[in-house]
């Protein structure tokens, strides 16, 4: 704080003020958990309800987040793999193909008659 009094030309009112502030914010802090602890004390059992609660809320957003990234990673991986049957496997590509670009190669494909990662690896679209 001294440091900005000098650097910033900083009033010793201001310092004055900051400083109660703080002792107030800190008493007001102190009070607030020797009230919280008083409560517990006074009643555990609805310590243990509330626990019991919020193991529970947390367990319920630990699973949903992991079904929700499971659920992204699979669509993702969807989005850049195209199953060729001619070679019976996925090709990986560079990118999310637009809906006019699968257009393209699936007219391509059709003109050519050529499997469809050559005629990918042709546009540029694998990886």
């Avoid at 001294?2 to 502030?21: A, H, L, Q, T």
């Avoid at 006074?42 to 310590?47: D, G, I, K, Q, T």
Wanted: charged fraction near 35%; glycine fraction near 6%; charge should be positive.
């Amino acid at each position: 704080m001294e440091e900005n009094v000098k650097k910033y030309g900083w009033k010793d009112e201001v310092v004055g003020r900051w400083n109660s502030f703080r002792w107030k914010v800190n008493e007001t802090s102190k009070k607030v958990v020797k009230s919280v602890e008083n409560w517990c004390a006074n009643n555990p059992e609805a310590v243990t309800g509330l626990v019991i609660a919020a193991a529970g809320a947390g367990l319920k957003i630990a699973k949903d987040s992991a079904r929700n990234r499971a659920v992204k990673q699979e669509q993702d991986w969807k989005d850049t793999h195209i199953y060729d049957h001619s070679l019976g496997r996925y090709v990986e590509l560079r990118r999310k193909l637009k809906s006019n670009e699968y257009a393209q190669v699936l007219e391509r494909k059709e003109r050519t008659g050529k499997s469809l990662s050559v005629v990918l690896d042709e546009m540029g679209f694998l990886r």
